[in-house]
């Protein structure tokens, strides 16, 4: 059923066909749901298994579940390898976007950009205190590189920040004084 039989089916009080306004909440879903078939079992556009529809997560479009919402065409699955992958092919973009949400949401100052983190990213990949090889994933937290501001109060700002692991980052508080030296070390040249 086209657009056309769906408006000359359903109500005719339509202002324009651009406006959409309808007379009543039950006309238009009589227009919206005409010829949109809903089902349980998905399949996924990635690994092409079969898999009930609470597998997929909620969009805007795709296939529409028995009741009424919008699923992705890939399973969760396929989506959290997706974005595992996004983040250890490029880790600069993601710490970019949360210190900005971190700026937005302590109200500090936010003046960083993705071309400067890649420019302070150490060399050698690995964290300039501990001298640990930064990497990615849940298992290995203690090794995940994260921004550090040097003078909190400054906030994210260009001269203000370093790339170090998540380990070094959070030790600061509670270190033994052999780390403790290491990290000051680390922050007196700077």
């Known amino acids: 059923m086209n657009r056309e039989d769906r408006v000359k089916n359903s109500c005719q009080n ?14 238009k879903d009589e227009y919206f749901n005409s010829g949109k078939k809903t089902q349980e079992i998905f399949k996924c556009s990635k690994c092409s298994m079969e898999k009930n529809y ?34 250890d092919e490029d880790p600069i973009h993601r710490l970019f976007l949360l210190a900005r949400r971190r700026s937005f949401r302590d109200y500090i100052p936010f003046n960083l ?9 150490p060399k050698n ?10 990497s990615s ?20 700002t260009i001269g203000n920040v370093a790339i170090i692991s998540f380990r070094a ?8 004084i052999d780390v403790f030296k290491k990290i000051y070390d680390f922050y007196k040249e700077r």
Request: hydrophobic share 25%.
């Open 54 to 87: 609470f597998e997929f997560r909620f969009r805007g479009i795709g296939p529409k579940d028995p009741i009424g919402l919008f699923r992705q065409s890939y399973c969760r699955t396929c989506e959290n390898q997706r974005q595992k992958d996004q983040r």
């Open 125 to 134: 990949n690995k964290c300039p205190i501990l001298g640990t090889e930064f």
């Open 169 to 176: 980052n959070s030790i600061k508080s509670n270190a033994d």
């Open 14 to 27: 339509i202002i324009t066909k651009s406006s959409k306004k309808f007379c009543s909440s039950k006309c």
């Open 113 to 121: 950009t993705e071309s400067y983190i890649k420019s302070i990213w």
């Open 137 to 156: 994933g849940l298992s290995s937290k203690d090794a995940l590189p994260t921004i550090d501001k040097i003078v909190p109060k400054k906030g994210y």
